[in-house]
């Protein structure tokens, strides 16, 4: 099967560092086909991800906010999206 890239966003549990130091945490982690920000107090990681499938796309992404000492609250998906995976 070949790869697809996945479009998705974790949001992610407050932790006390900034953006810049949360981004830097995630891509040296291997996420760096994330952007991550803010948004109303909530931090978020949108991915756009390589993989064989949607599936593998998102557990591979949380590994890496695992990796960079995050912990992923929930996982969306734009409804838009749900119809090419």
Same mark, same amino acid.
């Given at each position: 099967?070949?790869?697809?890239?996945?479009? /998705?966003?974790?949001?992610?549990? &407050?932790?006390?560092?900034?953006?810049?130091?949360?981004?830097?945490?995630? *891509?040296? @982690? %291997?996420?760096?086909?994330?952007?991550?920000?803010?948004?109303?107090?909530?931090?978020?990681?949108? /991915?756009?991800?390589?993989?064989? &499938?949607?599936?593998?796309?998102?557990?591979?992404?949380?590994?890496?906010? *695992?990796? @960079? %000492?995050?912990?992923?609250?929930?996982?969306?998906?734009?409804?838009?999206?749900?119809?090419?995976?």
């Amino acid at each position: 099967m070949a790869n697809k890239v996945f479009e /998705f966003t974790l949001w992610l549990a &407050t932790d006390a560092r900034d953006l810049v130091e949360r981004a830097n945490a995630l *891509h040296e @982690a %291997g996420a760096d086909d994330c952007s991550p920000g803010n948004h109303c107090g909530e931090a978020y990681a949108a /991915f756009h991800r390589e993989a064989e &499938t949607f599936e593998a796309a998102v557990r591979s992404a949380i590994r890496d906010v *695992h990796a @960079a %000492g995050c912990r992923v609250v929930r996982c969306e998906i734009d409804e838009r999206q749900l119809a090419t995976y």
